[in-house]
């Protein structure tokens, strides 16, 4: 006869395996967690070489693609002095830099998108580009929107791009924003435009899509993060959806669960970890960067480092600057590291600028 404290001390390592498997399936880490990247540590000092400024505009979000030339070329948004800082809703345009170097210094080289004007769905602005190479094309994803049919007057217009979005044409032009993508060839153009965007709120998300964020999936298709707001709530509350495609233009198919739940995030990038086996994506809290992580790109969880960078910038000589608003990032990647972390930068003075930040 075996004793029961066999059966006891039997139950109790079954008990461990049970937890722990478990613990695996909801913390959405495989045996061998891969989870050790540390954005926060790779962080350097940056100087004026790494700062983009323009004295008609006021510079914001960006993205780096190496071109076929070897040259790295920075898409990167722009927004005109003379509407004001909140114009990005109205007048935005995606200008086109370039560098020998990713982390600068970068020269203003073209506009290369703007909104097209009535009749079409991208009328009014061009806005957070994310340039992508896959397969031999480059794809220049972009928010814009319309006022559908609507004719608005010169003080109309003024509200829409002064005002906050409480305001009647402030709201139409912001409830109207979606994605978009251009196509070309090469990396100068000419960029093909298509009629309709390619990404509509649904599932977690309502009124907007904007903010996109794409990686090539390592088992063939594409993975999407995009914004839009957060369902039946009394104020606004941003919320991120997932979207799978078998392509880079789609169709896009937005998966019923929100990416990062409640968290009130936006402006997120994306990438794969060929040599973590899994994705990472950053993005703005509203006061700092933070880093998510995902395995299949479907499931998304804080990375183990999760914090990156608050809203100070540290220069060369040591000086440090508590800067009013840091957003937009963007980490490029090459021959599978980071190499630069791109994000946008507003002085408490109202300064604005791209920066990129070098990463060690």
Not at 39 to 65: A, F, H, T
Not at 161 to 185: H, K, S
């Amino acid at each position: 006869m075996i004793a029961p404290k066999f059966y006891s001390k039997q139950i109790k390592r079954i008990g461990i395996v049970v937890f722990s498997f478990m613990c695996v399936l909801h913390h959405g880490y495989s045996q061998e967690n891969t989870d050790d990247l540390d954005l926060s540590k790779m962080i350097q000092p940056i100087d004026e070489n790494n700062i983009l400024r323009d004295e008609n505009y006021y510079n914001w979000g960006s993205s780096i693609v190496k071109g076929k030339d070897g040259k790295y070329h920075l898409f990167y948004a722009q927004m005109p002095k003379e509407h004001g800082f909140r114009s990005w809703l109205t007048d935005g345009v995606i200008s086109r830099a370039t560098s020998d170097n990713p982390s600068g210094p970068y020269v203003h080289q073209e506009v290369v998108l703007k909104g097209r004007g009535p009749g079409h769905w991208d009328a009014h602005t061009a806005h957070n580009p994310r340039i992508k190479y896959f397969e031999g094309q480059y794809y220049l994803y972009y928010m814009s929107t319309n006022i559908d049919d609507r004719e608005l007057t010169k003080d109309q217009w003024y509200q829409a791009r002064f005002e906050d979005i409480e305001n009647e044409f402030r709201a139409l032009v912001r409830e109207n924003q979606r994605i978009g993508v251009v196509v070309a060839d090469d990396i100068h153009g000419p960029w093909k435009r298509f009629d309709a965007p390619i990404v509509e709120p649904a599932g977690p998300i309502v009124k907007i899509t904007c903010n996109p964020a794409i990686a090539q999936r390592p088992d063939g298709g594409y993975v999407m993060l995009v914004r839009g707001d957060k369902p039946n709530q009394e104020r606004l509350v941003r919320s991120q959806a997932v979207a799978m495609a078998p392509s880079p233009i789609g169709p896009w198919e937005l998966l019923p669960t929100a990416a990062v739940g409640n968290l009130d995030s936006e402006d997120p990038a994306i990438w794969y970890d060929e040599n973590r086996k899994r994705y990472y994506g950053i993005y703005h809290a509203f006061g700092y960067m933070g880093l998510i992580t995902s395995e299949d790109g479907k499931h998304w969880q804080r990375a183990k480092n999760y914090k990156v960078l608050g809203k100070t910038i540290t220069y060369k000589n040591g000086k440090q600057l508590d800067v009013a608003r840091l957003e937009r990032p963007f980490v490029y990647v090459e021959d599978g590291l980071a190499k630069v972390m791109t994000v946008a930068v507003r002085e408490k003075d109202g300064t604005t600028y791209s920066l990129f930040i070098p990463l060690k």
